[in-house]
């Protein structure tokens, strides 16, 4: 009987692995976990089906296994991702940067679903929705009540079919409908290149899908043939990363021929991975920046981290994410879709940039638990943390004031407003006006608080404590004084951090007034870390910097 029902398992376990597409299930370590893999397969198998027969109530097994499938992946590290068939478009779009789609970037706020972004030239734009429109109803369903993945679903669709939108405008007495037809939406990885500085190419490069070393490519040349450039900032904050093979064509664009780029190890040595470049490069002599910031990671680090252990390129900005592991797409059955990691990457020095805490928090690693490499010239790195710049520009500090009017959506709120009442904005000598500050402070003033300091906290514990031991008798006047000098007075703590609110005002207008490419030229004369990467390249300090200890 033991032995009858073994048998059933491995051809179940068998069948599981066939329909998942595994390609190891004959391999010496898999068949080792064979009667382990087995065992837990029939015992999930006998559960599942005792607590459908015997529940109290009817459930639902679709929902109840995926959260068991989504409770198990997530059990091993961040990047571990079960894909449901109502989300692999997610997947797609993240590996070749199209969907099917109207070209809106749509987030819940205040509980609705808001308009964030639109993307030039796609129908959303074409038809006339606008930043900060509220869709109630879709496809004449009305969605206020559902939550927001349900309501989100009902948005997606494939390419070619018909989506009908109600939405409510801030400033318009009715409701506003829409009918748009799906296309192939293709974000662009690099959303804009210019000249800064003398004769510095600045290409900003947001992700790494199919084909996107190719526009970075076609960046560079024109900014060579057309003006002449005479060194490159290459931008990869905000970059998530993406498809490995095109963080090894961007690499190659800089660097020779035959040179490591990066190496993965998995569990299975038979399956690491030596990746070099394959061609000469396209731009190998030019002196070369790159910045990179906290979301800066995968990919992006790959090709950071290539060029800083060749001492080719200059990194600058912030320690970045720190994600050195490697991903894979399985197929699954029914149209489901699992992303597992499969191996480990390292740089050309030998580190392993996946941070020990996953990232969370930007907690601070300590040197006792990183070991150091060299980069070519002898320069000393670190794994464990990321990449660390070779020159550090600290992120700016952010008030707990301005930090809760984000996230509140208080600012967006009143770009909307702003942008309802305005035609254009003209961005030459352009800032935000006495008369328009003022009245996004009279706005703030009528929004429920969204801050609280967390001095005023540490205060309510004080006084708790105080009343307990009998001191806030012997001078509560002294309590109550601190008390209101603690407590959130909206126009006085926007008055006290005016400089850093407006700014992020002022760009959350500029966003809504011009496209993508002429906001980020707007923002190149206070770009703190591109104005750095000016400074070194037009001076040539940066030399000194790669050139490592001299003897």
């Known amino acids: 009987m033991h032995d009858g029902k ?22 010496p370590m898999v068949r080792e976990n064979y009667f382990e893999i087995s065992k837990q397969l029939e015992i999930l198998n006998a559960l599942f089906r005792e607590l459908n027969i015997h529940y109290v109530d009817e459930i639902q097994p679709g929902a109840i296994m995926e959260t068991g499938i989504e409770a198990m992946v997530e059990s091993l590290d961040p990047y571990t991702v079960y894909y449901p068939e109502s989300r692999v478009e997610d997947l797609r779009f993240m590996t070749t940067g199209e969907y099917g789609g109207v070209g809106a970037t749509i987030y819940e706020l205040h509980g609705q679903l808001t308009v964030t972004e639109l993307l030039p030239g796609f129908p959303a734009e074409r038809g006339g929705l606008k930043v900060g429109d509220v869709i109630t109803h879709v496809d004449g369903r009305d969605i206020r009540d559902l939550d927001e993945e349900t309501a989100l679903n009902l948005l997606d669709g494939s390419t070619g079919s018909e989506l009908e939108l109600q939405v409510e405008r801030w400033g318009a007495e009715e409701p506003l409908e829409f009918a748009f ?15 800064v500085g003398d004769s510095i190419g600045y290409i900003a490069f947001s992700r790494f899908t199919r084909g996107s070393a190719a526009e970075v490519r076609l960046a560079y040349k024109a900014l060579k043939d057309s003006l002449d450039i005479g060194a490159v900032v290459l931008d990869l904050r905000g970059n998530g990363g993406g498809l490995v093979h095109e963080a090894i064509a961007l690499a190659n664009l800089f660097i020779e021929k035959d040179m490591t780029v990066v190496t993965t190890h998995a569990k299975d040595p038979s399956r690491d991975q030596h990746y070099k470049t394959m061609g000469p490069a396209f731009a190998g002599d ?69 941070r020990y805490d996953y990232g969370a928090g930007g907690a601070v690693i300590a040197d006792s638990l990183t070991k150091t490499f060299t980069t070519e010239n002898g320069r ?162 940066y030399r000194a910097l790669l050139a490592g200890p001299q003897d």
């Open 6 to 27: 073994r048998r059933k398992g491995l051809k179940h376990l068998g069948l599981v692995l066939v329909l998942a597409g595994v390609g190891w299930a004959f391999t």
């Open 181 to 195: 037809v799906r296309e192939k939406i293709e974000v662009p990885a690099v959303p804009y290149y210019g000249v």
């Open 380 to 541: 000393v790195v670190r794994d464990g943390v990321g990449i660390e710049p070779d020159v550090e520009v600290p992120v700016e500090y952010m008030s707990y004031v301005h930090e809760g009017m984000l996230e509140a959506g208080v600012i967006f709120d009143f770009g909307t407003r702003w942008a309802a009442a305005h035609d254009t904005l003209v961005l030459d000598g352009w800032s935000l006006s006495e008369e328009d500050w003022e009245a996004f402070v009279a706005f703030a003033v009528e929004q429920p608080v969204p801050y609280a300091a967390r001095s005023m906290e540490l205060f309510e514990r004080l006084e708790q404590e105080a009343r307990e031991e009998q001191f806030f008798e012997v001078d509560s006047a002294a309590f109550l004084a601190l008390e209101g000098v603690l407590k959130a007075d909206v126009p006085r703590d926007l008055a006290r951090f005016r400089e850093e609110i407006q700014t992020s005002i002022e760009h959350e207008l500029v966003m809504r007034m011009h496209p993508l490419d002429a906001y980020i030229a707007w923002t190149q004369s206070t770009d703190k870390e591109l104005l750095k990467a000016v400074e070194l390249l037009e001076n040539q300090s």
């Open 286 to 354: 030019i002196p070369l920046a790159v910045l990179i910031d906290g979301e800066s990671a995968s990919a992006s680090e790959i090709v950071a981290g290539t060029f800083q252990d060749y001492d080719r390129g200059v990194v600058i900005g912030q320690q970045s994410f720190g994600k050195g592991l490697v991903q894979q797409t399985k197929d699954l059955a029914y149209g489901t879709r699992l992303k597992v990691t499969v191996s480990k990457y390292y740089t050309p020095s030998g580190r392993c940039i996946q």
